[in-house]
T-cell receptor
Framework: GENVEQHPSTLSVQEGDSAVIKCTYS??????FPWYKQELGKRPQLIID?????GEKKDQRIAVTLNKTAKHFSLHITETQPEDSAVYFC?????????FGTGTSLTVIP | GAGVSQSPSNKVTEKGKDVELRCDPI?????LYWYRQSLGQGLEFLIY????????KSGLPSDRFSAERTGGSVSTLTIQRTQQEDSAVYLC????????????FGQGTRLTVV
C-alpha cells in the first residue's frame, strides 16, 4: 500500500518568514494530494490540493508543488502570520482512499 | 446540513461499556471514512466505505471495533467493551467519487473511557 512520510514534525518560524513542509509518497498510482490544516481542538480542514497532472498550484500565501518523478510534494506558506499556527497534514490519494502523513506542528512566533 | 455531522460531540463512558458513534456524511458523497486521533497525534485510519463495495476494515485495531453504513449514507462506529486506550477523538470524513477530491471531516466525537 501507499506510504506517506512528512517532515519536519515540528517547525517554528518568525512571523513574516516562509514555512515549507515536505512529504514523500511511495505509490506512483497516487494521483491527488490534499493538504489539511488542523487548529487546536478543531477538525482538519482542506486548505489546498494538487492533482498529478499539475506541477504547482498557488492560492494567496500558500502554494503546493508536486514532483511526480521524485514522488514528493511540498506545502509553502509565505509571509507567515500567527494564525497560520496549526498542525498540517499532507495526504496522497489512490482512487478514493487517502493516506495521511504524520503531521507537522507549525508555530509562528510573533 | 452542508457538512459532515457527527454525534455525540463528547462521550464519557465506563470501561467495559459499549458505545456507538454516528456520522452523517455530506449528501451525495459515496465514500466515508473513520479515523482516530489521540491527543497530539496523527490520523489513524480505521475503516473506509465506498458505495456498495465491501468496506476496507484493515485499520480496525481489534474485533471490539466494528462499523456499518446503512443505505449508503449514515454510518455508525461501534466499540464494544471499551478500554481506557480507546479514549481519543473519532473523526469521520466523506468524499465524492466524481474525480479525485478532498475528504471533508466532521467535528469529531471525543470519547473518554473512565
Amino acid at each position: 500500500g501507499e506510504n506517506v512520510e512528512q517532515h519536519p514534525s515540528t517547525l517554528s518560524v518568525q512571523e513574516g518568514d516562509s514555512a515549507v513542509i515536505k512529504c514523500t509518497y511511495s505509490d506512483s498510482a497516487s494521483n491527488y494530494f490534499p493538504w489539511y490544516k488542523q487548529e487546536l481542538g478543531k477538525r482538519p480542514q482542506l486548505i489546498i490540493d494538487i492533482r498529478s497532472n499539475v506541477g504547482e498550484k498557488k492560492d494567496q500565501r500558500i502554494a503546493v508543488t508536486l514532483n511526480k518523478t521524485a514522488k514528493h510534494f511540498s506545502l509553502h506558506i509565505t509571509e507567515t502570520q500567527p494564525e497560520d499556527s496549526a498542525v498540517y497534514f499532507c495526504a496522497a490519494s489512490i482512487g478514493n482512499q487517502f493516506y495521511f502523513g504524520t503531521g507537522t506542528s507549525l508555530t509562528v512566533i510573533p | 446540513g452542508a457538512g459532515v455531522s457527527q454525534s455525540p460531540s463528547n462521550k464519557v463512558t465506563e470501561k467495559g461499556k459499549d458505545v456507538e458513534l454516528r456520522c452523517d456524511p455530506i449528501s451525495g458523497h459515496t465514500a466515508l471514512y473513520w479515523y482516530r486521533q489521540s491527543l497530539g497525534q496523527g490520523l489513524e485510519f480505521l475503516i473506509y466505505f465506498q458505495g456498495n463495495s465491501a468496506p476496507d476494515k484493515s485499520g480496525l485495531p481489534s474485533d471490539r471495533f466494528s462499523a456499518e453504513r446503512t443505505g449508503g449514507s449514515v454510518s455508525t462506529l461501534t466499540i464494544q467493551r471499551t478500554q481506557q486506550e480507546d479514549s481519543a477523538v473519532y473523526l469521520c470524513a466523506s468524499s465524492s467519487r466524481t474525480g479525485p477530491s478532498g475528504a471533508f471531516f466532521g467535528q469529531g466525537t471525543r470519547l473518554t473511557v473512565v
